[in-house]
């Protein structure tokens, strides 16, 4: 089983920056993408960043910029780096990580449990 620990969210004001930071643990063999989805009230969730694990990176449009995604392979660990944050950045936000664990073929998706990121004055 993979474990995802989500830390770093908060409430943050306008124009102010935030870190979050995701571990995967467990029997994992090797993960392919690592990434951040973010769901706001009453909207369906949607992707943020995501990274692999040779490095190719996709963003929303709408946090090109202003947010940085990094990996730590090393540490099964993913990042990301919030800055500039708008009201409408606040949401939930989900680590998601693709791994192959070990003794299996194929990869499956794990979620973690969300940490909330509130950006008011």
């Known amino acids: 089983q993979v474990e995802i620990v989500e830390s770093g969210g908060g409430l943050v004001q306008p124009g102010g920056s935030l870190r979050l930071s995701c571990a995967a643990s467990?029997?994992?063999?090797?993960?392919?993408?690592m990434g951040w989805y973010r769901q706001a009230p009453g909207k369906q969730r949607e992707l943020v960043a995501t990274?692999?694990?040779?490095?190719?990176?996709n963003y929303v449009d709408s946090v090109k910029g202003r947010f940085t995604i990094s990996r730590d392979n090393a540490k099964n660990t993913v990042y990301l780096q919030m800055n500039s944050l708008k009201p409408e950045d606040t949401a939930v936000y989900y680590c998601?990580?693709?791994?192959?664990?070990?003794?299996?073929?194929?990869?499956?998706?794990?979620w973690g449990q969300g940490t909330q990121v509130t950006v008011s004055s």
């Open positions: 998601y990580c693709n791994a192959r664990r070990f003794l299996t073929t194929s990869f499956t998706s794990s």
């Open positions: 467990g029997t994992i063999f090797t993960i392919d993408t």
């Open positions: 990274i692999t694990s040779g490095g190719t990176i």
